[in-house]
């Protein structure tokens, strides 16, 4: 398969190797979001301790060195989320809603400038394939779990549920980290969120007789 822009020049195979693309994907994290404007290569290299050209030795271009850390920040994102179904295996659906809920909106508030710096990298590089891809990972990660409680639930095709209550938690989220990210702070906006997939996927209660 031909490379694309986003392609890193070569994956590291040594120990050694794979610290220094780690010190560069902590780096450019770093650098991404704590500098408004776009960051040199330069920059991202003097705050890894390595030198521009052996950035270059693994990402040929910066489109190539963002396309990977995004892909890592997706990536990582699944894992905490099947890492949190592991979780709340065992829980009522309610009460693992409200865990799984509760820990998304943990988690992003001490991440609010690395969130950010990914959504504008993200718009800059364009990387659709990638976001797809991991989609169907996530897409399919609450699928499995909707399965597993799935007794406690109306009827429902869980493939369509998934996609709704994936794309719905995370709309709202990437909303208000971009633009109320003080809302992340009120118990009240936990409550709507957990309402909003308790309400969307709880049994219907039967008609009450006149």
Not at 50 to 71: C, H, M
Not at 73 to 100: I, P, T, W
Not at 126 to 141: I, R, V, Y
């Amino acid at each position: 398969m031909p490379k694309d822009k986003f392609s890193p020049r070569k994956l590291p195979q040594q120990l050694r190797s794979k610290a220094t693309v780690d010190a560069i994907f902590e780096a450019a994290m770093q650098v991404l979001a704590n500098t408004p404007a776009d960051p040199s290569v330069q920059h991202i290299a003097d705050r890894a301790g390595v030198s521009v050209g052996s950035l270059y030795q693994y990402f040929p271009t910066k489109e190539a060195l963002v396309g990977a850390l995004i892909r890592l920040h997706l990536k990582q994102r699944v894992e905490d989320l099947e890492a949190r179904f592991a979780n709340v295996q065992g829980q009522s659906a309610e009460a693992a809603a409200r865990s799984l809920v509760e820990g998304l909106v943990a988690m992003l508030k001490p991440r609010l400038g690395i969130e950010r710096a990914m959504m504008r990298s993200f718009v800059r590089a364009g990387d659709l394939l990638s976001l797809t891809a991991l989609d169907a990972e996530m897409a399919a990660a609450v699928e499995r779990f909707l399965g597993s409680v799935k007794d406690q639930l109306r009827p429902v095709d869980l493939t369509l549920a998934a996609f709704v209550v994936m794309n719905a938690l995370r709309s709202t989220l990437l909303l208000t980290v971009l633009e109320k990210p003080e809302r992340l702070d009120e118990p009240a906006f936990v409550e709507e969120l957990v309402h909003l997939v308790v309400s969307y996927l709880r049994p219907t209660a039967p008609p009450t007789p006149p």
